[in-house]
């Protein structure tokens, strides 16, 4: 559904990429790289990804993220990560300006995966939507961590001025 330029224009800054993609497309990439999920079940995939709960605990946080995270490392998974959130937020809320964020080292499998390739591909998935959307602006925050080493986040950081 095309979004009204009569709508205000909103702006979502700083939200976490790891819980902020659809559940049908974490559950696709998923399915696309091969990942073992928690349960076959879609339904029970999506109650777990949107913590259905009444009561949410920070180790249910945890599990929310950690499997996010896996699911999102690849560089294909960022590149199609990034296109759908900015998308999906313009469409859905008529967001105008947006600001993921997100921890490349929480996506690139513990060394495994180039970081460098991580975040090109996220900059390729948010240029994707900035193409096809002209009012939208977005930009990336790269997050530090308390369980990363200093000489990791400096890493971080690093990557964040090189690829300013």
Known sequence: MPTSTTQPE????HFHLGQSVDPH?????????GIKLPSKDYA????????????????????????????QSSPIAMERVLYEVLFGAYRAANI??????FNPM??????????DQIILASLVGMER???ELPRLRAGLIFLLDRRLSFSENEIIVKKAIKYR
Do not use: C, M
């Open 10 to 13: 909103l702006a979502e800054l």
């Open 25 to 33: 497309v974490l559950w696709s990439i998923a399915h696309e790289q």
């Open 44 to 71: 029970e995939f999506y109650h777990f990804v949107t913590l259905q709960k009444e009561v949410v605990t920070w180790e249910d946080y945890h599990k929310l993220f950690t499997l996010t995270e896996l699911i």
């Open 96 to 101: 105008t300006l947006a600001e993921p964020s």
């Open 106 to 115: 929480f996506r690139n499998r513990k060394g495994e995966r180039d970081l």
């Open 129 to 131: 939507a900035l193409a």
